[in-house]
């Protein structure tokens, strides 16, 4: 009986059972561009390599882990899935682990085989597996770190890693699904699954020596998650959940890391985050820089959004002025520092007159300000009882009840300034009222600091709120109405105002939901995504932009169905405007959205 075995680089083995000293070299291959270059050959003794382990070494195995087992797979997990929910632990902690076979420690590995594997041979052949050598752009080295993908041995490899984590998991009697490197644990309450995030990131840092995916990892709602394809859904009837095979999607709407050039297109506005070139080039516009060129159309293009160094070039502004392109920049802190506005010949100057005329009657002001200011209350209490159900929080209960005596007291006042004074107190309020729904401590509120913002949570409300005032501006300069002339925020020396208003209706349900979401979900951390400046002033540093302003753009674009029609904000916003030309132009009356 013979057996050949892999040698990677250095050729195959073939052994004689009947004698160890018969074995020799035969016909060598090594490994290009950091892949294996496998033939049929080569496959099939994997395979059956493979194969032999899983038959008798897979009884180490957990049985909670179901990926590349023979008798288990994705249905088996979907179904220990659908048995953790309903026995009651319906939060669950989602761990991903960042490039998981790249980074596995190979002597770590190696020192596992050696305790289930006594073969001296086959262990020799395995080291030359692991600490192969590669070739990569001509300077051929050896690995020391992570294993080959593509063979039909890795994945026996990267569960037997990963049984380490496994062992723990049990002996800690957290009930868990694992399909490769996806972690699925289970709880019954928030708490214990904040606790058990923390521990078992620690572990695979410390014992393991891997780095979890922040941005694919958090704590979630079983029910609502999409697990190996499936949906979770409730029957009624028997009180049980049930999964359902999610259908292919049509293409999204929203195309986040567009290029390798760090621009982001959600709908029809373009975020720039990296330095580069923008011009005109034909009938469209050229953004280019060290990492390559990218058209960007601007038949579909509303407006450019500018958070780095650019160079324009001179006709760059005659040519999307002529095509109704709105610019916006930035500086390095996320504070507006200037816009290319489109052309203002929608001003006319009866509406500008009517909109004046409002702002100086003072009751006419009152009454929209009054109805601006409760919708703003509304939305912020409407997101208190959102986490408040969540929860259960005794001091969200207290802090919806002092909102609704507040929007009494809103509706009794007779002046806009009181109306003022009462807003910035719920304000107050409400900002400190974060804490209870924000769980990582590095984001803890204290008090509200502007120019410079003095802590990352303050950075993060201070980027969203430019970030939404924009948004709606651009929006307003599509209209006839003078973006100058508010109605809540007194018209004065600034150059805006009337976007101010409007924005108050959607920060708490686009923007402060973004921000829970990002750090509840550990998407950002206060240590890797900030940068701190000369004057004690602490901003999101790129990564930290980009990471925002994704999940800025999903909450604006995030569909809802009201009438059985799939609604968004960015729709919302631009029909408010439009209430408010009514209410300017035509005295029609004024009903601001409010979230039900």
């Known amino acids: 009986m013979c057996f050949l075995f892999p040698t990677y680089h250095f050729g195959y083995y073939f052994r004689d059972n009947n004698s160890a000293k018969h074995d020799f070299l035969v016909s060598p291959f090594y490994i290009r561009f950091s892949t294996p270059f496998f033939n049929s050959v080569d496959r099939l003794i994997l395979r059956c390599l493979a194969t032999s382990l899983e038959k008798y070494y897979d009884s180490i195995f957990s049985a909670c882990s179901f990926a590349f087992r023979p008798g288990l797979g994705v249905d088996k997990a979907v179904v220990a899935f659908i048995n953790n929910l309903n026995k009651g632990l319906g939060k669950v902690v989602i ?25 001296k041979i086959l262990l020799s052949l395995f080291h030359k597996f692991l600490y192969c050598r590669i070739s ?12 080959l993908q593509g063979s039909p041995i890795s994945p026996f490899l990267g569960n037997l890693y990963l049984s380490l984590l496994d062992t723990k998991l049990e002996s800690m009697q957290i009930p868990f699904c694992r399909y490769c490197d996806d972690i699925t644990m289970f709880f019954s309450s928030f708490d214990e699954a904040k606790e058990a995030y923390t521990k078992v990131s620690n572990i695979l840092k410390n014992d393991l020596e891997m780095d979890i995916h922040t941005q694919k990892s958090g704590i979630y709602e079983g029910i609502k998650q999409n697990y190996l394809g499936y949906n979770f859904t409730k029957n009624k009837k028997e009180h049980q959940i049930l999964a359902i095979k999610k259908k292919k999607a049509p293409p999204p709407q929203i195309y986040q890391h567009w290029s390798t050039t760090t621009i982001q297109r959600i709908d029809r506005n373009y975020h720039i985050i990296n330095n580069g070139i923008l011009n005109r080039k034909d009938f469209t516009l050229l953004f280019e820089n060290d990492h390559g060129k990218k058209y960007i159309p601007v038949e579909a293009t509303e407006s450019l959004n500018v958070y780095s160094s650019i160079i ?27 816009t290319f506005a489109l052309p203002e010949s929608l001003h006319g100057g009866l509406t500008i007159l009517k909109q004046a005329a409002i702002y100086l009657y003072n009751d006419k002001r009152k009454i929209i300000a009054k109805k601006i200011e409760i919708a703003s209350l509304h939305n912020m209490r409407s997101n208190l009882k959102y986490y408040e159900r969540h929860h259960s929080n005794k001091n969200l209960k207290n802090g919806i009840s002092s909102f609704s005596e507040y929007i009494t007291a809103m509706n009794e006042v007779t002046n806009v300034t009181t109306l003022l004074t009462i807003e910035a107190r719920a304000s107050q309020l409400y900002y400190s009222l974060f804490h209870e729904i924000i769980c990582d401590p590095a984001f803890e509120f204290t008090k509200r600091t502007r120019r410079p913002p003095k802590a990352p949570l303050n950075a993060l409300i201070s980027f969203e709120n430019v970030f939404l005032y924009n948004g709606v501006a651009t929006e307003i300069q599509k209209t006839s109405l003078d973006i100058r002339i508010g109605f809540v925020h007194a018209t004065n020396r600034r150059s805006q105002s009337l976007n101010l208003d409007i924005a108050d209706l959607f920060k708490p349900l686009i923007v402060d939901r ?25 901003y999101l540093n790129k990564e930290g932009k980009q990471i925002f302003i994704n999940e800025l753009e999903n909450k604006v674009y995030q569909k809802q169905t009201e009438e059985n029609q799939p609604r968004t904000y960015d729709t919302r916003i631009r029909e408010e405007i439009h209430k408010i030309f009514r209410f300017v132009c035509y005295d029609e009356k004024y009903k601001p959205f409010k979230y039900n």
């Open 95 to 119: 761990i991903d682990i960042k490039h998981y076979f790249d980074s596995i420690p190979i002597d770590r590995l190696e020192m596992i085989l050696k305790r289930i594997i006594d073969d």
């Open 312 to 338: 324009f070039s001179s006709d760059f502004f005659k040519y999307i002025s002529s095509k109704k392109i709105c610019v916006n920049i930035f500086d390095k802190y996320g504070e507006l520092t200037g």
């Open 514 to 538: 973004a921000i829970f979401t990002i750090i509840n979900r550990h998407m950002i951390h206060a240590s890797e995504h900030f940068e701190k400046t000369e004057d004690g002033g602490i």
């Open 136 to 147: 990569k752009g001509n300077i051929i080295k050896t690995k020391n770190k992570g294993i």
